[in-house]
């Protein structure tokens, strides 16, 4: 993204470059329609709303069973790894579904899209909470997969095409803390509400909100204004545009940060849950869900990550990101509750600083093609999720958590020489 707005900068709309100079008021270039929403207009909080409620539907709902994941090995009498499956093949298939809809957002509309996902998986999540048997169950999730694949590319492209370029990084946090948010509370809410009622009441709550968030999000969203529509679903159109993405350098090495990402921070959660369900901790699933409250610091840390990535430059943050997530799992390692709290809080801190930097680099390197960048991004990124999380249940069971910790530890080491070999596409300060 443009570090310095202020300082030779410009925007891209429907592929036309325009810059603009400090000298020319923000509101001005909007009411041109040029360069998007500005922050401090009700139009800007309408939207930061709307995308909240999207981030906290989207995100609760893949993730709300991660806690359950235990009670689902008990309840269904399956191995740690298959029971991973309720996760890993919803963000697999989702992967694969960000792909196909960010073409249809080129033909339906943005905000069609990525309503019509939210209240189709709410609805899915409804009947995942009553089916009888494990393959049903699993049917439903990755149905659910599917249907979210219109969430979150088609969001990355709506704010690069809406919102103004100089507070984009400040946006695109602030979204990243919403999904932050919303897997927090699906996680924790999903936990705590299994101990009052069965796990299936819990996934038929967390669906008639998630449906209600839906409703909201549609009703505050403003209308896309530097959107341009593409009638028809014109396949090799498709495949030509991200075969050039995949041709950049720059955004293959963003994409194998993504991968990388979630390789690490979805499999330390899997298997944290199984480690302090066990002996000597014996945590019952409340006890085991509280520390999806770490999620409060990825809050934070995605919110500031945008400001200070255009204050010192996006590879130092990467740089930290990925330090403070190798740090984490380092400190995870003994049986002492303190130091795997601790670990844990660094490794979601530095997953939300890196994913937030990450997110806000794909539009600025892919310019008029940034949608079908963003779902390239995210095929990586959950691709991450589904494989390595599912791996992650084969070392848990024959190596136990130093297996865990070699993985991810490794995992976080290739990060940092990713970033560190990524100087001219990751753009530094000014």
């Not at 069609?112 to 049917?139: C, K």
Request: proline share 4%; hydrophobic share 50%.
């Amino acid at each position: 993204m443009l570090s310095n707005p202020t300082k030779d900068a410009c925007s891209e709309v429907n592929g036309e470059v325009r810059p603009f100079s400090a000298a020319e008021p923000l509101a001005q270039n909007v009411a041109e329609g040029d360069q998007g929403i500005v922050r401090g207009t009700a139009e800007y909080r309408r939207a930061g709303l709307a995308l909240f409620l999207l981030g906290f539907a989207s995100f609760s709902l893949i993730y709300c069973v991660q806690p359950l994941l235990p009670s689902f090995a008990k309840s269904f009498h399956i191995s740690p790894t298959q029971s991973s499956l309720a996760l890993s093949l919803t963000t697999g298939l989702l992967a694969i579904s960000i792909l196909l809809s960010g073409a249809f957002s080129q033909a339906w509309g943005r905000r069609g899209v990525m309503f019509t996902s939210m209240a189709l998986a709410s609805l899915l999540n409804l009947v995942a909470a009553w089916v009888p048997e494990w393959h049903q169950l699993l049917i439903a999730r990755a149905a659910e997969g599917v249907i979210l694949g219109g969430v979150p590319a088609v969001a990355m492209a709506w704010l690069a095409e809406e919102i103004h370029p100089a507070h984009l990084g400040k946006t695109m946090g602030l979204y990243v803390g919403g999904t932050a948010f919303g897997a927090m509370m699906g996680r924790v809410g999903m936990g705590m509400m299994t101990e009052f009622w069965s796990w299936q009441v819990a996934m038929e709550i967390l669906g008639v909100l998630c449906l209600l968030s839906a409703l909201g999000f549609i009703l505050l969203l403003p209308q896309s204004r530097n959107f341009s529509r593409k009638p028809g679903i014109n396949l090799r159109y498709h495949l030509q545009t991200w075969g050039q993405n995949l041709k950049k350098p720059g955004l293959l090495k963003i994409y194998g940060i993504g991968f990388i990402l979630t390789s690490i921070f979805v499999t330390l959660f899997n298997y944290a849950a199984f480690r302090l369900s066990a002996a000597p901790f014996n945590f019952n699933q409340t006890q085991v869900s509280m520390i999806f409250l770490a999620f409060a610091f990825g809050i934070v840390a995605s919110s500031l990550a945008g400001n200070l990535a255009d204050r010192f430059g996006k590879r130092p943050l990467l740089l930290v990101g990925f330090g403070l997530m190798f740090i984490g799992v380092l400190l995870t390692l003994p049986n002492m509750l303190g130091a795997i709290v601790a670990g844990i809080i660094l490794v979601t801190s530095g997953f939300f600083i890196s994913h937030a930097v990450a997110s806000s680099s794909i539009g600025p390197l892919a310019g008029a093609t940034r949608g079908h960048a963003s779902s390239l991004y995210l095929l990586f990124y959950y691709m991450g999720s589904s494989l390595t999380g599912s791996a992650g249940g084969w070392l848990w069971q024959h190596g136990g958590w130093h297996a865990i910790t070699l993985l991810t530890a490794s995992l976080a080491i290739v990060g940092l020489l990713l970033t560190l070999t990524s100087s001219k596409s990751i753009k530094l300060k000014g």
